[in-house]
């Protein structure tokens, strides 16, 4: 099972709101990865969590907030984003660091 | 940094024939290549990967072969088939890089009946 979950599927909020993605995966990966990605343009990356720390973070503003509560579970809390942010956030997954990686199906987030 | 190209931006085939893919990338410390297959509306689906002790690798319909001297490595799809129509991303992942992937700019692949 190389599955990676990912909710919302969708979701709308203003500038001013506070929300929070959330990814799940029980396949005991120890490496997780937030990526942003624009239409028609490949994921980039944002955040690396590995073993439940943060060991990359791609010079993200601080309106995202990573979050990795266990070694199943990713969050990213959002606040006061911008209209520019709309776009596919993806999480994904690996055994290791150097590993494969496997991504979830996405939240489609729309700043108004 | 690693810097990946990927050509063609966009790739018409008819039903039945072969599709091919190119990447090269900068970063000699560079030795994992994925490709990654995103169909509309979905996330991107791992369909077959590389490392830099093989030359070539194949699974039923795809291959993908790497050349460490140039620097490139291809996709082959044989026997295409309309499902095969997505957009389609080769990477590049150095030893010292803690899982970073660089992606290239993706290929847009339709096949036609």
């Known amino acids: 099972d190389t599955e990676v979950t990912q909710t919302p599927k969708h979701l709308v909020m203003g500038m001013t709101n506070k929300k929070s993605l959330k990814c799940e995966q029980h396949?005991?990966?120890?490496?997780m990865y937030w990526y942003k990605q624009k239409a028609k343009k490949p994921p980039e990356l944002m955040f690396v969590?590995?073993?439940?720390?943060?060991?990359i973070n791609e010079s993200v503003p601080s309106r995202f907030s990573p979050e990795c509560p266990n070694s199943s579970l990713l969050n990213l809390h959002l606040h006061a984003l911008q209209p520019e942010d709309s776009a596919l956030y993806l999480c994904?997954?690996?055994?290791?660091?150097?590993?494969?990686?496997?991504f979830g199906p996405g939240t489609r987030l729309l700043v108004l | 940094g690693e810097n990946v190209e990927q050509h063609p931006s966009t790739l018409s085939v008819q039903e039945g024939d072969s599709a091919v893919i190119k990447c090269t990338y900068s970063?000699?410390?560079?030795?994992?290549f994925p490709w990654y297959k995103q169909e509309l509306g979905k996330g991107p689906q791992l369909i077959i990967d590389?490392?830099?002790?093989?030359g070539e690798k194949k699974d039923q319909r795809i291959a993908v072969t790497l050349n460490k001297t140039a620097k490139h490595f291809s996709l082959h799809i044989t026997e295409t088939q309309p499902e095969d129509s997505a957009v389609y991303f080769c990477a590049a992942m150095a030893t010292d890089s803690w899982g970073k992937l660089q992606f290239g700019a993706g290929t847009q692949v339709v096949v036609t009946p």
């Open positions: 590389i490392r830099s002790n093989v």
């Open positions: 396949m005991g990966h120890r490496a």
């Open positions: 969590y590995s073993y439940e720390k943060l060991s």
């Open positions: 994904a997954s690996s055994p290791g660091n150097q590993e494969t990686q496997y």
């Open positions: 970063d000699s410390a560079s030795n994992y």
